[in-house]
């Protein structure tokens, strides 16, 4: 159990070096990666949500009743504030109809659970966290397919039921399968729950990898337009996020939280849903699978600064002592 703990920490500690390593293998010599099928990703998705259900337990559920404030502020912020800043974006640069789709389907998506990891090493509230993704997943099947249509609908066909389905069976299903193995088996789930950090990078990288390595063409035309709009996406996300936790007057750990909550999203599950609502729009997964690689980056990149701030506090109240 001491080297899977030793596993761990070093995938958490240098989750975003490894991911953005593979994605550059992906990108400048796709050959290297083109063996992870995309026909994978829903599958690898699903094993994340799975661990993501098995990592749930009546306390996180608990959390979501006890503190409902938080979490209605955290939904409401992550459905109105990353789509209208990914469609803001899209016109400001005047994205082209496809990758303004992909633009948009990110913003729609509810967060990723690297945003629950990213909380963690922030010295975030972790269970706020967990609560936040849980009830923006559960409410994805509904909110991400309207508000997808809200703004696209007068120059996109989008697929509604078809993004509905795909999210409950990729993501519904094995959380609530997850939740279910827990509740029953809870004994050997804490024990299996050690691995499913490692598990769930492994499943990230794979997805990179893939989407990655089968769009290099597409990612390498587009490339610094596309990078420029996710990197000040994620940033805003971030930025409004924390903004937003401090005006409301919420202590650090929650405003922390409801940064990373924000500002971090399932880009896997819209690179996914791309290929589903918008078929006849191939470079519509380019901005999920660029995000995917970002917002890892940058999330260690912030859990950092959140560290440091921390320790500038600690400081300059030892000094004020």
Not at 18 to 39: D, E, G, H, N, Y
Not at 254 to 279: D, H, R, W, Y
């Amino acid at each position: 159990m001491k080297i899977i703990e030793k596993i761990n920490g070093f995938v958490g500690r240098h989750m975003a070096v490894i991911v953005l390593l593979l994605a550059a293998l992906a990108l400048f010599m796709p050959s290297s990666s083109l063996w992870v099928q995309t026909k994978w990703i829903n599958p690898l998705l699903m094993i994340v949500m799975f661990g993501m259900g098995l990592s749930l337990s009546t306390d996180d559920l608990g959390y979501v009743v006890k503190h409902p404030k938080y979490i209605i502020i955290g939904c409401i912020a992550q459905f109105t504030i990353m789509p209208l800043t990914a469609f803001l974006l899209g016109k400001a640069f005047g994205l082209e109809t496809a990758l303004m789709a992909g633009v948009i389907l990110v913003g729609t998506c509810p967060g990723g659970t690297a945003s629950n990891v990213i909380t963690y090493l922030s010295k975030g509230d972790v269970a706020l966290s967990v609560g936040m993704t849980s009830v923006n997943t559960l409410l994805a099947p509904l909110l991400t397919p309207a508000i997808t249509y809200l703004f696209l609908h007068t120059g996109i066909h989008v697929d509604v039921l078809s993004m509905f389905l795909s999210i409950i069976q990729v993501v519904i299903i094995p959380i609530g399968l997850g939740l279910l193995i827990n509740k029953l088996f809870g004994k050997f789930t804490e024990k299996a729950a050690k691995l499913l950090p490692v598990l769930s990078v492994m499943a990230i990288c794979l997805i990179v990898m893939s989407v990655v390595s089968h769009n290099s063409e597409k990612i390498l035309t587009c490339g610094a337009v596309i990078l420029a709009v996710v990197v000040l996406h994620n940033i805003i996300g971030y930025a409004l996020g924390f903004a937003l936790g401090k005006m409301l007057k919420l202590p650090m750990p929650q405003a922390k939280a409801l940064s990373v909550e924000i500002g971090m999203q399932n880009s896997g599950l819209a690179a996914s849903l791309a290929g589903t609502a918008f078929p006849e729009l191939a470079m519509a997964t380019v901005p999920g699978a660029v995000f995917s690689v970002w917002h890892n980056i940058s999330g260690a990149i912030l859990a950092n600064i959140f560290n440091r701030l921390d320790e500038k506090k600690t400081d300059s109240g030892m000094e004020t002592k």
